[in-house]
């Protein structure tokens, strides 16, 4: 059986391979193609999600920069409509529409580095906007996504990322030529060149787009209606990263009994204390951690009980998370911060290694468990995370990256001619 699979994989990749040469001269004549300097095209989490990075760069760029053609290209034929009913022009991945567009832009802009093909694309600039600082090792560093596997296969895996590289560098935009990226700060610059395989100069100082919206303070319904319900009362959002029960085995629940969870305990000191507590998992477990009821004052909330998760980030009065990247982004409002690594030891060794040590790094009040958590919340333990660390790992997050990528881009620009 297994020999079979593996016969499969390898025909499979054969059959790719010959494709790939095939369509060789596509990507090459596309790169006479004559380009608009004013059409830019946008995609976020492998074209299924109008979100992060992109999205808020492209809607800084639609009321700041009219003169700029927006366009953003997804797989999901429901977000597209919905983003033409609000004007918002959007085609679909797969569409002959996109190609023609991918024939004409002049910029790309994304969140992952494959929302679609650029095989139309040679001698446009991308823009991987990627979507957070790494604590956790991504992409090139990252050694646990293909846990499991036979070496043939590793090695196999690795020959493809070669080939990509040097022959189809239009598969991935981490193999282009003319790829950019984005940091916070030097802190995480050798970390991200070291993941992306590129030189400290495609590296643009301007912080993440995304963390411009922690700032705009507009209406988020979901908020007004629990201010409303509960007032004078902090709000605790927690965040934790996703994990995944093909690489762990099984499905991360952080309120299981092992981690000393009580809800009738934990509803009485949020009661106490005045606190709400919303639980948003990470979109990518939405369908595979059930839903606990809504409860007073414990609230589980998905991406699509907002509008904007950062808008909506910045506005709650407390952080708390583990691995997330997130961290990274919510310090900048200068609110307090609590860690839960409750399954520390055991994420290090079946998810994700770290680029640097957790606890000498990591500023904020950590809970091992919920007897933690309920005695942070009870004796407000809890703390703002110094400027001392802030600068450390947000130098460049200041409220305005959109301007400041929008300004790289427009002097890039004017050198080129």
């Not at 918002?88 to 002959?96: F, G, Q, R, T, W």
């Not at 610059?189 to 400290?200: I, K, N, Q, V, Y």
């Amino acid at each position: 059986m297994k020999l079979f699979m593996y016969i499969e994989k390898s025909i499979k990749r054969i059959l790719m391979l010959i494709i790939s040469f095939l369509s060789t001269p596509f990507w090459f004549f596309s790169g006479f193609s004559k380009r608009d300097e004013k059409l830019w095209l946008f995609s976020s989490w492998f074209g299924k999600r109008y979100s992060d990075n992109s999205r808020v760069f492209s809607e800084y760029l639609m009321k700041n920069h009219k003169d700029i053609n927006c366009v953003w290209v997804l797989k999901d034929k429901k977000i597209i409509q919905q983003l033409n009913k609000q004007g918002i022009k959007a085609v679909h991945a797969n569409s002959l529409e996109r190609i023609k567009l991918s024939l004409r832009a002049s910029k790309i802009f994304l969140t992952i580095g494959d929302e679609f093909s650029f095989l139309f694309c040679r001698g446009v600039e991308i823009y991987s906007l990627w979507h957070g600082m790494p604590l956790k090792k991504i992409c090139n560093d990252d050694d646990f996504s293909r846990r499991g596997e036979k070496k043939i296969i590793g090695i196999a895996n690795m020959m493809d990322k070669k080939i990509k590289k040097y022959f189809f560098p239009w598969k991935d935009a981490l193999y282009y030529d003319n790829t950019y990226s984005v940091t916070c700060s030097d802190f995480f610059t050798t970390f991200l060149m070291s993941a992306f395989l590129l030189p400290e100069s495609r590296f643009i100082k301007c912080g993440l787009p995304r963390c411009d919206a922690l700032f705009y303070n507009k209406e988020e319904p979901l908020l007004s209606r629990i201010r409303e319900t509960y007032p004078d009362s902090r709000i605790l959002l927690y965040m934790p990263t996703f994990r995944t029960s093909s690489w762990s085995g099984k499905v991360f629940n952080p309120f299981s009994s092992d981690y000393g969870f009580n809800m009738d305990e934990f509803l009485a000191v949020l009661e106490e204390k005045k606190c709400v507590f919303l639980y948003k998992p990470h979109f990518y477990d939405e369908n595979i951690i059930s839903k606990k009821e809504k409860m007073q004052r414990f609230i589980t909330i998905k991406n699509d009980d907002l509008d904007e998760l950062y808008n909506f980030l910045g506005q709650v009065d407390i952080m708390m998370t583990d691995y997330s990247s997130v961290y990274f982004d919510f310090i900048i409002t200068k609110k307090p911060v609590i860690l839960a690594p409750f399954d520390y030891e055991e994420y290090l060794s079946t998810a994700r290694g770290h680029y640097f040590s957790y606890f000498d790094e990591m500023e904020g009040v950590i809970a091992k468990n919920w007897d933690d958590i309920i005695d942070i919340i009870k004796k407000e333990k809890y703390f703002k995370i110094s400027e001392k660390k802030i600068d450390l790992f947000d130098r460049y997050n200041d409220g305005n990256s959109c301007e400041k990528l929008y300004n790289f881009i427009q002097e890039k620009s004017c050198l080129r001619k």
